[in-house]
């Protein structure tokens, strides 16, 4: 296993363009987290998966974000509408269930809306 | 409501001294899961060390180490001879609401 894998590294759009990001999980993994991180701060939780079911979304989370992970396996997060303030770097890690044993991380998408 | 709180945005240490980035949270909970991560710069975030808050004894890792008061909710991160490497971003995080602290941003300085 090759570890957490995100597509593309990195994405500019133009302003009202919408934008998709895919994430490959660790197999074993049944969760997978997606948290949006701009320069110096903190991972903000977007939303979360177990499986195929999407059980958390943060309230923060505008309704031009939406997330998917149809078979369980990998999840894509889509932005529709870009705006310059969506512009972050947009990180997924996966976990066993739980996350009793922290997250694997991979190494984002980094989004630059002009 | 479960927050993270760091409260050192910046710490730098001399390579081979000894530094500890504090941690406090809040929660409800009795049983969970507490994390540090470090984020080196323009590379991706790696666990450091875990603690579980049944367990008394504090997690050790190497040169990484944890200072667990539970009363106190405070989850503090020891780096012993610390390294030019150890220069990143650390956060401290809790499983049960999977948020993160804002972060430290450590220097090792030669």
């Known amino acids: 296993d090759t570890g957490v894998s995100q597509d593309p590294r990195h994405k500019i759009t133009k302003r009202g363009q919408n934008v998709t990001f895919r994430c490959d999980p660790i197999?074993?993994?049944?969760?997978l987290y997606w948290y949006r991180q701009t320069l110096g701060q903190g991972p903000e939780f977007l939303t979360y998966f177990q499986n195929e079911a999407q059980l958390e979304k943060s309230r923060l989370l505008s309704d031009r974000f939406s997330a998917e992970r149809p078979k369980g396996s990998f999840s894509t997060l889509e932005i529709q509408r870009t705006e310059q303030g969506d512009s972050a770097m947009y990180l997924c890690a996966s976990s066993p269930w739980g996350g009793l044993d922290g997250y694997t991380f991979g190494s984002g998408t980094r989004l630059t809306v002009v | 409501a479960q927050t993270v709180t760091q409260s050192q945005p910046e710490m730098s240490v001399q390579e081979a001294e000894t530094v500890t980035l504090s941690c406090t949270y809040d929660t409800s909970e009795s049983n969970y899961y507490l994390f540090w991560y470090k984020q080196p710069p323009s590379r991706q975030m790696i666990l450091v060390i875990r603690?579980?808050?049944?367990?008394?004894q504090n997690a050790t890792e190497n040169r990484f180490s944890v200072n667990f008061q539970k009363a106190a909710k405070s989850f503090s991160l020891k780096i012993s001879d610390s390294q030019l490497g150890d220069t990143a971003m650390y956060f401290c995080?809790?499983?049960?609401?999977?948020?993160f602290g804002a972060g430290t941003r450590l220097t090792v300085k030669p």
């Open positions: 603690q579980e808050a049944y367990k008394q």
């Open positions: 995080a809790f499983n049960n609401d999977m948020r």
């Open positions: 197999s074993e993994h049944n969760r």
